[in-house]
Nanobody, 124 residues
Framework: QERLVESGGGLAQAGGSLRLSCAASLGTFSQYAMGWFRQAPRKEREFVAVISYTGRSTYYADSVKGRFIISRDNAKNTVSLQMNILKVEDTAVYSC?????????????????WGQGTQVTVSS
């Protein structure tokens, strides 16, 4: 059964770092582009970052470009999001998602499988 499980969320101070991980049970993990989305209270879910199924392409939202880094380990069926120089406005529930044969999809509708999410809270 396909499943995505996030970990690594928590509390951080502004300017600090956190690393999120997503463990995937997807059959052939290397066939899936993996994305991260986030949703803050009273806001719409928004795209954060994506890495293609080959791992050769990445794309970031402007709000996190230069601060966040997405990576994948196909041997371990995991995707990670290294979040640096955190800002209070990064506070949200972060979810990973999978899109089969995707290059760098940026819309939620393009993803088939979703994790439950992990809370990230950044304090000033």
């Amino acid at each position: 059964q396909e499943r995505l499980v996030e970990s690594g969320g928590g509390l951080a101070q502004a300017g600090g770092s956190l690393r999120l991980s997503c463990a995937a049970s997807l059959g052939t993990f290397s066939q899936y582009a993996m994305g991260w989305f986030r949703q803050a209270p009273r806001k719409e879910r928004e795209f954060v970052a994506v890495i293609s199924y080959t791992g050769r392409s990445t794309y970031y939202a402007d709000s996190v470009k230069g601060r966040f880094i997405i990576s994948r380990d196909n041997a371990k069926n995991t995707v990670s999001l290294q979040m640096n120089i955190l800002k209070v406005e990064d506070t949200a529930v972060y979810s990973c998602a999978a899109a089969q044969w995707g290059t760098t999809p940026r819309e939620a509708k393009d993803y088939t499988y979703w994790g439950q999410g992990t809370q990230v809270t950044v304090s000033s």
